[in-house]
């Protein structure tokens, strides 16, 4: 119904950056909050940093002042950009996204596949 696909992922040095991307895409798609999350091995599935429609943002402790979201509504994407990073930042990244379809008939929230990111010491 909705799909997000993602790219950025990638191995990078500490002290490095990356950006994450994250394109969604379904029939009349109306997006209310984008974001990311992401999981490490044997640990929860954390908020990373979200965005809504009226622009307003919310970190994780971890990602504040290191990394910045983005949306562009009009192309129904958010980027991530990842500033800083540090090792305890490896985990796969998911993109979420929640809204309508269906001329606001159906509401969904839906996850992306996933994107490795590491960060080597």
């Known amino acids: 119904q909705v799909q997000l696909v993602e790219s950025g992922g990638g191995l990078v040095q500490a002290g490095g950056s990356l950006r994450l991307s994250c394109a969604a895409s379904?029939?009349?798609?109306?997006?209310?909050?984008m974001g990311w999350y992401r999981q490490a091995p044997g640990k929860q599935r954390e908020l990373v940093a979200t965005t809504t429609n009226g622009g307003s943002t919310n970190y994780a402790e971890s990602a504040k002042g290191r990394f910045t979201i983005s949306r562009d509504s009009a192309k129904n994407t958010v980027s991530l950009q990842m500033n800083s990073l540090k090792p305890e930042d490896t985990a796969v990244y998911y993109c979420?996204?929640?809204?309508?379809?269906?001329?606001?008939?159906?509401?969904?929230?839906?996850w992306g596949q996933g994107t490795q990111v590491t960060v080597s010491s």
């Open positions: 979420n996204a929640a809204g309508t379809v269906n001329w606001g008939t159906t509401s969904f929230n839906s």
């Open positions: 379904g029939r009349t798609l109306s997006i209310n909050a």
